[in-house]
Structure formats: structure tokens, C-alpha cells
């Protein structure tokens, strides 16, 4: 018999009363009584500082979508424009030749 990954994690979602004191005291054996405190305490830490950049990022999120657009372009009409102004053979002019001479 198989079982998907899924299937086996299925059980984390539906923790009691007895699964979070067994997890306590299997913690409270492998680090002992002196260090659960700071372990938790630092686990607290990182959990409020995970919720704080990910509200920052909704925030982010939430002012760029809340921008005004920015106008469209037609880059081909622009493009045109710059190819129609600029001459093919420049003259020079008055200052440009004064300059040279």
C-alpha cells in the first residue's frame, strides 16, 4: 500500500489537548528545563518578525496596486517622430563652423 505525501501530513492540521503536551514534554526532554524557556522565547521572535515583513510586503503589494496607472505609450509613433527630425546629412551650423575655422 502507497500513500501520497499529502495523505501522511493530513494528521498535522487536527492537534488536542494530548498531542501539544506529548510534543511539550518530548521538547522538554531533548533541551532540557533551563533552555525551553529561551526556546520558545526565540521562536516567538521569529514568528513576530516573520509576521512583520510579511504585513510590510502586503503593504507594498497593496500601495502599488492602488497606483495610478501609467499612461500607454504608441513606441511606434515615437519612433517614427524620432526618425522624421533627425536630417540624414547635418548641416552644420554657424557656431559649429566658427568653432571649426
Known amino acids: ?6 495523505l501522511t501530513l493530513a494528521f498535522i492540521g487536527n492537534f488536542g489537548g494530548g498531542e501539544i503536551i506529548l ?3 518530548i521538547v522538554l526532554l531533548l533541551f532540557g528545563a533551563k ?3 529561551e ?4 521562536l516567538g521572535k521569529g514568528v ?3 509576521r512583520k515583513a510579511k504585513n510590510e510586503w502586503e503593504q ?8 495610478e496607472p501609467l499612461e500607454d505609450h504608441d513606441f511606434k509613433k515615437e519612433e517614427s ?3 522624421d527630425s533627425v ?3 547635418p548641416v552644420p551650423s554657424e557656431e559649429e563652423k566658427q568653432t571649426t575655422n
Open 23 to 25: 510534543i511539550f514534554l
Open 48 to 50: 513576530n518578525e516573520f
Open 39 to 42: 526556546l520558545f522565547r526565540s
Open 1 to 6: 500500500m502507497t500513500t501520497s505525501p499529502l
Open 81 to 83: 517622430e524620432k526618425t
Open 60 to 67: 507594498d503589494i497593496n500601495d502599488v496596486m492602488n497606483q
Open 87 to 89: 536630417p540624414t546629412d
Open 35 to 37: 533552555k525551553v524557556p
